[in-house]
């Protein structure tokens, strides 16, 4: 088991440009989350998947988009990246509400 | 969701027991209290999970009162590399429901 793969763990990106960060979990888990951690602050919930085709807004979903089509994955997509979201972004997955999350080890991003 | 405060901060020394308690007045039923650990550059990971009376695994001890409307997570003989950011999560009290941190608490120890 792999756990939570993101990928790229860094990436510098212009404003205005588009990325997609990619999420891959192979425990079968059915709970997909996405986070924001900015210097010295918790974790901010973007938005979140409670299975394939499910998605939902978190506390800070503006300028993201997400898709869930299939029980592995959970990319969140980035359009018109602005400074504001420079962050270290964070992908968790759990099998049910009551279980542990697993974390991946988060992608730095930063626009400039 | 159930609401959750947490002392912003606590310093330490190597070998003391420390611990956190965390207030949630609002927790539903069915909630359960679940603590996390963040280091530096990492996603937070599971500690403890419980939903009353008292916890116990290899890493360290929950504490929940009769009422549930707080909890002490302990952290017994703490050393230089406990030094993180602890999370007090409630819920979920129904599925489907969001995985919401709050703030968390700095702990620092100290030789």
């Known amino acids: 088991n792999a756990g939570v793969t993101q990928t790229p763990k860094f990436r510098i990106l212009k404003i205005g440009q588009s990325m997609t960060l990619q999420c891959t979990q192979d425990?079968?888990?059915?709970?997909m989350y996405w986070y924001r951690q900015d210097p010295g602050m918790g974790l901010k919930l973007i938005y979140y998947?409670?299975?394939?085709?499910?998605?939902d807004k978190g506390e800070v979903p503006n300028g993201y988009n997400v898709s869930r089509s299939t029980t592995e994955d959970f990319p969140l997509r980035l359009e018109l990246a602005a400074p504001s979201q420079t962050s270290v972004y964070f992908c968790?997955?759990?099998?049910?509400?009551?279980?542990?999350?697993?974390f991946g080890q988060g992608t730095r991003l930063t626009v400039v | 969701l159930a609401k959750t405060t947490q002392p912003i901060s606590m310093d330490s020394y190597e070998g003391q027991e420390v611990n956190i308690t965390c207030s949630h007045n609002n927790i539903a039923t069915n909630d359960y209290i679940t603590w996390y650990q963040q280091f530096p550059s990492q996603g937070p990971r599971f500690i403890i999970q419980g939903y009353k009376t008292k916890v116990t695994n290899e890493v360290a001890s929950l504490f929940i009162p009769a009422d549930r409307k707080s909890s002490t997570l302990s952290l017994p003989r703490v050393s230089l590399s406990d030094t993180a950011v602890y999370y007090c999560?409630?819920?979920?009290?129904?599925?489907?429901?969001?995985?919401?941190f709050g703030k968390g608490t700095t702990l620092s120890v100290s030789s």
């Open positions: 425990m079968n888990h059915n709970y």
């Open positions: 999560l409630v819920g979920p009290s129904r599925a489907g429901t969001a995985l919401i």
């Open positions: 968790a997955s759990l099998l049910g509400g009551r279980d542990e999350a697993f």
């Open positions: 998947s409670v299975g394939a085709g499910i998605t």
